[in-house]
């Protein structure tokens, strides 16, 4: 028997605690927000802007990160198109925002769609376009602060955008153009001087510290400001990068876009000559597995705390541009994911508490959920999310980050953590104590959380063995009297598993299993005990960002005085 804790640094126990979780940003947070945006507008700060602006930069960095060919050529042809949405270039009016769908803002605004012009077309055809669309910027934003065009998060990653694209908008002849671009260019980075600090924790404040990195890169005379931007780096990668590689609101699409910023900004480096400081390259190399590690057997991400199913090849993509060649982390003790794998078949757990509340907006109630593949194809999975991807109804947005929406337990139709109006988590799941070992049978996890204890005095266990062949996933959901809590009566649970699109499932005639078939033939056995088994409908979010119909087993139970015990077991059919 292999002793626990042996194979790639598996903890055996361990206890996370969700602290400080329950509530958003404060009233007074909030105002010293808006008092801040005040003052960008302030003459003084306008002041503070001025300065001498470059004749040119010092080098134009290679953009690790291809562009998509196809969004590229319908530039060409007029349309901006990211993710599933589109909007005509002629109707894009940067100074009216409504003109903008709220899922292009961040494309349009940071330039990001830059890099599929590159990919679409050689310069000279694609150079207009892209002037084109920064004169409308310049003419809407170029005169001073404006709440739409001087976000501190989208001006770093514009500044990243314009660096390595500089020769599509800045190859016109005509000089009056490129003395604006390159003035608004260097406002952009003092205000970036001032800002960064001011922006709102985890990945939007690290894009603005990345921006004032490479502003001291790229723009003459920038040791100075390199210098305070390394020690700016520094602290926001401290506070929000866990030990473990992942990011404090345990998204991983967030996850991909931390690996992909940082890959830019060691390719300035690299233009530059100069050596990637070690804060760094530690973080990308920690980053790296972290995401691998939520992966499944198609490549592609799983599908947690309102992030959906990125395609595997956007993922292969960031990985080869961050230059790390790694295995996937099988237990991110702080990011809280644990990865079972045997002989192609894969499972992917969320075995800790939500983010808390001021380090997401849009996080899910998805503690002790768990994704499933069988080699390439997806077996269970969670409904997905909708950050990041094309706009959904806010009633579908919202119900997509409930328990209900995920592979683990209800109890009386609650939720694990409450959903704040806000976007944020409230009260729920605080702790989570988790046991994990690697035996000569197999991997066995063995979880529980106090999300239901506050409410209904009942803590929820579960525990999955995946067995050393891959063959068979056993699980059983305990629900147990919680420690000096009282019962607030009879409830009613329900175990969900919800199904990848294409799956037919079909009961047995004992009402105890399913028969689960793909569509290429191939077919797993469900069996289970201590509820009723019924098939429903469920939805699948892809990684385009639209729901696609599919189904969901569902184990219903009643929990008596003492608690309740449900066993499962998924077995793939010979």
Same mark, same amino acid.
């Given at each position: 028997?292999?002793?626990?804790g042996?194979?790639?640094g598996?903890e055996?126990?361990?206890?996370?605690?969700?602290?400080?979780?329950?509530? +958003?940003?404060?009233l !007074?947070?909030r105002?010293?927000a808006?008092?801040?945006?005040?003052?960008w /507008?302030?003459?003084?700060?306008?002041?503070?802007?001025?300065?001498?602006y470059?004749?040119k930069?010092?080098?134009v960095?290679?953009?690790?990160i291809?562009?998509?060919?196809?969004?590229g050529?319908?530039?060409?042809?007029?349309?901006?198109r990211?993710r599933?949405?589109?909007?005509?270039?002629?109707?894009?009016?940067?100074a009216?925002?409504?003109?903008?769908?709220?899922?292009?803002?961040?494309?349009?605004q940071?330039?990001?769609?830059l890099?599929?012009?590159?990919?679409a077309?050689?310069?000279?055809?694609?150079?207009?376009?892209?002037e084109?669309i920064?004169?409308?910027w310049?003419?809407a934003?170029?005169g001073?602060?404006t709440?739409?065009?001087?976000?501190?998060?989208?001006?770093?990653r514009?500044?990243?955008?314009?660096?390595?694209?500089?020769?599509?908008?800045?190859?016109?002849h005509?000089?009056?153009?490129?003395?604006?671009?390159?003035?608004?260019?260097?406002?952009g980075?003092?205000?970036?001087? &001032?800002?960064?600090?001011?922006t709102p924790?985890?990945?939007? /404040?690290i894009?603005?510290?990345a921006g004032?990195?490479?502003a001291?890169l790229?723009?003459p005379?920038?040791?100075?400001?390199?210098?305070?931007?390394?020690q700016?780096?520094a602290?926001?990668?401290?506070?929000?990068?866990?030990p473990?590689g992942g990011?404090t609101?345990?998204?991983?699409t967030?996850?991909l876009?931390?690996?992909?910023?940082?890959?830019?900004?060691?390719?300035?480096?690299?233009? /530059?000559r &100069?050596?990637v400081?070690?804060?760094? !390259?530690a973080?990308?190399? &920690?980053?790296?597995?972290?995401?691998?590690?939520?992966t499944?057997?198609?490549?592609?991400l799983?599908?947690?705390q309102g992030g959906?199913?990125?395609?595997?090849?956007?993922?292969?993509?960031? @990985?080869t541009?961050?230059?790390?060649?790694?295995r996937?982390?099988r237990?991110?003790?702080?990011?809280?994911?644990?990865?079972?794998?045997?002989?192609g078949?894969?499972?992917?757990?969320?075995?800790?508490?939500?983010?808390?509340a001021?380090?997401?907006?849009?996080?899910?109630?998805?503690?002790?959920?768990?994704?499933?593949?069988? +080699?390439?194809?997806r077996?269970v999975?969670n409904?997905?999310?909708s950050?990041?991807?094309?706009?959904?109804?806010?009633?579908?947005a919202e119900?997509l980050?409930?328990?209900a929406a995920?592979?683990?337990l209800?109890?009386?139709?609650a939720?694990?953590?409450?959903?704040n109006?806000?976007?944020?988590?409230?009260?729920? @799941?605080?702790?989570?104590?988790?046991?994990r070992?690697?035996?000569?049978?197999g991997?066995?996890?063995d979880?529980?959380?106090?999300?239901?204890a506050?409410?209904?005095?009942?803590i929820h266990?579960?525990?999955?063995m995946?067995?050393v062949?891959?063959?068979?996933?056993?699980?059983?959901?305990?629900?147990l009297?919680?420690?000096r809590? &009282?019962?607030?009566?009879?409830?009613?649970f329900?175990?969900?598993?919800?199904l990848?699109?294409?799956i037919?499932?079909? @009961?047995?005639?004992?009402?105890?299993?399913?028969?689960?078939?793909?569509p290429?033939?191939?077919?797993?056995?469900?069996?289970?005990?201590?509820?009723?088994?019924?098939?429903?409908?469920?939805?699948?979010?892809?990684? !385009?960002?639209?729901?696609?119909?599919?189904?969901?087993?569902v184990?219903?139970?009643e929990?008596?005085?003492?608690?309740?015990?449900?066993?499962?077991?998924?077995r793939?059919?010979?």
């Amino acid at each position: 028997m292999s002793e626990p804790g042996s194979i790639d640094g598996i903890e055996p126990g361990r206890q996370l605690i969700r602290s400080g979780g329950e509530q +958003g940003a404060s009233l !007074a947070a909030r105002l010293a927000a808006q008092l801040q945006r005040l003052a960008w /507008r302030s003459p003084l700060h306008g002041l503070r802007l001025r300065g001498r602006y470059p004749l040119k930069l010092l080098a134009v960095p290679a953009d690790p990160i291809p562009g998509h060919a196809g969004d590229g050529a319908e530039l060409l042809e007029g349309w901006i198109r990211h993710r599933g949405v589109a909007v005509e270039l002629a109707m894009l009016d940067f100074a009216d925002p409504a003109t903008i769908p709220a899922a292009l803002v961040d494309h349009i605004q940071t330039f990001g769609f830059l890099r599929d012009l590159a990919a679409a077309a050689p310069r000279e055809r694609a150079a207009p376009i892209a002037e084109l669309i920064v004169r409308q910027w310049l003419g809407a934003h170029g005169g001073g602060v404006t709440d739409a065009g001087w976000r501190t998060d989208h001006w770093g990653r514009r500044i990243l955008a314009w660096g390595a694209h500089a020769p599509l908008i800045l190859s016109s002849h005509d000089i009056v153009y490129r003395s604006a671009v390159l003035n608004v260019l260097a406002q952009g980075a003092r205000h970036l001087d &001032r800002g960064a600090d001011k922006t709102p924790a985890g990945l939007p /404040r690290i894009a603005a510290w990345a921006g004032v990195v490479t502003a001291g890169l790229l723009i003459p005379g920038g040791d100075v400001r390199l210098a305070h931007g390394e020690q700016g780096l520094a602290r926001v990668l401290a506070a929000c990068v866990l030990p473990d590689g992942g990011l404090t609101n345990r998204s991983p699409t967030a996850q991909l876009d931390l690996v992909e910023l940082l890959s830019q900004l060691v390719a300035v480096y690299e233009a /530059r000559r &100069r050596a990637v400081p070690d804060m760094l !390259a530690a973080v990308l190399a &920690r980053a790296v597995p972290a995401l691998l590690g939520v992966t499944l057997g198609d490549g592609g991400l799983s599908s947690w705390q309102g992030g959906g199913p990125v395609s595997a090849a956007r993922v292969a993509t960031a @990985v080869t541009a961050s230059g790390i060649r790694t295995r996937p982390l099988r237990q991110a003790r702080d990011w809280g994911y644990q990865r079972l794998s045997a002989q192609g078949t894969l499972v992917v757990m969320d075995a800790a508490p939500p983010p808390v509340a001021r380090a997401s907006s849009g996080g899910c109630a998805s503690t002790l959920a768990f994704e499933m593949s069988d +080699g390439p194809r997806r077996l269970v999975v969670n409904c997905g999310g909708s950050t990041g991807l094309a706009s959904l109804p806010t009633d579908l947005a919202e119900g997509l980050r409930t328990t209900a929406a995920h592979s683990t337990l209800t109890l009386a139709d609650a939720n694990s953590t409450a959903l704040n109006p806000d976007g944020s988590l409230g009260r729920g @799941v605080k702790e989570v104590e988790l046991d994990r070992q690697e035996l000569d049978a197999g991997s066995r996890i063995d979880a529980s959380h106090d999300g239901y204890a506050r409410r209904h005095g009942l803590i929820h266990r579960r525990q999955l063995m995946l067995s050393v062949d891959g063959r068979e996933l056993r699980g059983e959901d305990v629900l147990l009297p919680a420690p000096r809590r &009282r019962r607030t009566g009879s409830s009613g649970f329900s175990i969900r598993f919800h199904l990848a699109p294409g799956i037919s499932a079909s @009961v047995t005639a004992d009402g105890l299993g399913a028969l689960l078939r793909f569509p290429d033939g191939g077919s797993w056995q469900f069996r289970c005990r201590g509820g009723a088994l019924a098939v429903e409908d469920s939805l699948w979010i892809d990684p !385009a960002g639209r729901p696609r119909a599919t189904c969901q087993l569902v184990l219903d139970g009643e929990v008596p005085a003492g608690g309740a015990e449900a066993g499962w077991v998924f077995r793939r059919m010979a």
